[in-house]
Nanobody
Framework: VQLQASGGGVVQAGGSLRLSCAAS????????MGWFRQAPGKEREFVGA????????YYADSVKGRFTISRDNAKNTVYLQMNSLKPEDTAVYYC?????????????????????WGQGTQVTVSS
């Protein structure tokens, strides 16, 4: 599966952005999807994940209550709605897909199950 992330940009603190990740190549609805981010000089970290059906979601504590992950399987797209943005949310955001086995669990909050990655989109939050 090929992934293309978009929607990043520059926003003031307290503002909102919606990231999109369009998938192509295989049956999108098979894949559990995740969003990760990487700030300069830091390791890539988990942000949120959604199960293949969209019924189960996971969030990092740092974004819980501010970010919402969703998906539209008919459009082969997963979204990350980011509200109340903070300067510490500044990073390159990546979407990722797992193996397509439709098995859902807490391991989706780690990098391990994800074998497909998009190219990343930059989010900059100014104070």
């Amino acid at each position: 599966v090929q992934l293309q992330a978009s929607g990043g940009g520059v926003v003031q603190a307290g503002g909102s952005l919606r990231l999109s990740c369009a998938a192509s190549g295989r049956t999108f609805s098979r894949y559990n999807m995740g969003w990760f981010r990487q700030a300069p000089g830091k390791e890539r970290e988990f942000v949120g994940a959604t199960s293949w059906s969209g019924d189960t979601t996971y969030y990092a504590d740092s974004v819980k209550g501010r970010f919402t992950i969703s998906r539209d399987n008919a459009k082969n797209t997963v979204y990350l709605q980011m509200n109340s943005l903070k300067p510490e949310d500044t990073a390159v955001y990546y979407c990722a897909a797992d193996s397509g086995d439709r098995i859902v669990g807490i391991w989706l909050t780690t990098r391990a199950p994800y074998g497909y990655w998009g190219q990343g989109t930059q989010v900059t939050v100014s104070s």
